[in-house]
């Protein structure tokens, strides 16, 4: 849980440093070429931090099926701390881009590492993947809003300094913490979470030759275990998680700059705002400095996600996994069509709306992560969740390179429905999933 906080601060805090290097920048300088920055570029920048943030899950399960979690997660931690310290010490988005690649290379392995750890060691796995989600919400909301508090006295160089921080502390503790890495298998006698939705799948995938307990150790198991996967019903429920990290990364990536544009969101002049005997406290007085509304409400947006995390953790032990899948992307589908005509209705409207969003937004996260369970064995679990989040955050990437696009050249709206339309097709492959389970129990 204290990992996945950080993760998930680090990650949510980017897009309120991006609203600062359009202002700031004004070309990326490659050496031998040059860009504009605007909208398209940046979102080129952090896609190839993000892209690798999903990219390496794959490796990073592979590994943690032979090594266990703890080394993982605490070289995550390690890696994460050191790339932000790169980010304090950049002189140019040339070097911003380097380090958001680091920070993108040491956290894609947490996933994976962390959520093969709960499949395989807590017996209520849904109630786990509830908590473990509701520290990443923590750390989705507190993440943005701690940088922009930090951002009223420092430039944003000092200030991802000190997010580096919390990771190095977390990760002392994560080299003394004790715990039973397959305590959850042990319990249910060696596959934690063995039977698939039919009930058979998992034993059929065991007596087939699968790994079931040992993970992969060569190149040869690796395709074995990946052609089994994306045989069966995993291949949907993967195609659901790369909608879920399009939808996701194509809706976060500029919702500040979005926000901004919006009915009351004008920036508010610190010095109106405080005593005259602290006038001038702030960094460059506070006469120049102004609060951006949008940073707030944009972590005050990923907060509310906690509770989704929860009750759509609390979901996956009462209901199908598919019939979940099918509802909750269903309404994010609705949500993105109805989110612009309400937001301009006024302020009010859109807290209301916002705040439906960013409970609908992280509401599907358990689902999927349990779906990914109930499909795949207990021995290649990590590779399950490797291969997941390669299209969570990996091909879940390219959503900043497509909204950074259609927002450079086309408008919000345009990208709202985009994201609709995504969202309906997963919310499609929960109904398929949902009738393939009905038919085999029949």
Request: charged share 10%; aromatic share 10%.
């Amino acid at each position: 849980m204290l990992a996945h906080g950080m993760v998930h601060t680090y990650e949510l805090s980017i897009p309120i440093f991006i609203t600062i290097w359009l202002d700031q920048y004004e070309v990326i300088d490659l050496g031998l070429a040059q860009f504009p920055v605007n909208q398209a570029t940046l979102g080129a920048v952090v896609t190839g931090g993000y892209a690798l943030f999903g990219l390496g899950a794959l490796p990073g399960g592979i590994v943690v099926d032979r090594v266990g979690s703890r080394r993982l997660i605490s070289g995550c931690l390690l890696g994460m701390a050191g790339s932000f310290l790169l980010l304090w010490l950049s002189p140019s988005l040339a070097v911003v881009a380097v380090g958001l690649l680091l920070w993108g290379a040491a956290a894609s392995v947490y996933h994976p590492a962390g959520l093969a750890l709960i499949s395989k060691g807590v017996e209520e796995r849904g109630t786990g993947f509830a908590y473990h989600g509701i520290a990443g919400n923590v750390g989705i909301g507190l993440g943005p809003l701690l940088t922009a508090v930090l951002l009223l006295v420092f430039d944003w160089t000092t200030v991802a300094g000190f997010l580096a921080l919390p990771a190095l502390v977390a990760a002392a503790y994560a080299t003394r913490a004790e715990f039973d890495e397959g305590a959850a298998v042990a319990a249910d006698g060696g596959d934690a979470g063995a039977g698939a939705a039919d009930g058979s799948a998992d034993t059929e995938r065991t007596s087939g030759g699968s790994k079931a307990t040992s993970g992969v150790s060569s190149l040869s198991d690796l395709f074995a275990e990946s052609r089994r996967l994306f045989t069966g019903r995993f291949a949907l429920v993967f195609t659901v998680a790369m909608c879920s990290g399009l939808y996701y990364r194509g809706v976060l990536t500029f919702l500040p700059g979005l926000l901004a544009d919006l009915p009351g969101f004008a920036p508010v002049s610190i010095s109106a705002l405080l005593p005259a005997s602290l006038d001038g406290v702030v960094v460059g007085g506070s006469g120049s400095q102004t609060l951006n509304p949008e940073n707030y409400v944009y972590s005050g947006i990923l907060m509310v996600g906690v509770l989704g995390q929860y009750v759509g953790g609390r979901l996956t032990d009462r209901i199908p996994v598919e019939h979940g899948i099918a509802g909750a992307f269903g309404g994010l589908a609705l949500l993105a069509l109805a989110f612009f005509p309400v937001a301009n209705a006024g302020f009010g409207p859109l807290l209301f709306v916002g705040g439906v969003l960013g409970f609908a937004l992280f509401v599907v996260q358990p689902l999927y992560q349990a779906a990914i369970a109930e499909y795949t064995p207990a021995g290649t679990r990590g590779l399950s969740y490797g291969f997941t989040y390669v299209g969570v955050f990996g091909v879940g990437a390219l959503g900043g390179v497509m909204a950074g696009t259609i927002l450079s050249y086309a408008s919000p709206p345009v990208l709202f429905v985009t994201l609709a339309v995504i969202a309906a097709v997963a919310s499609l492959i929960g109904v398929v999933l949902s009738r393939k389970k009905g038919t085999t129990a029949a």
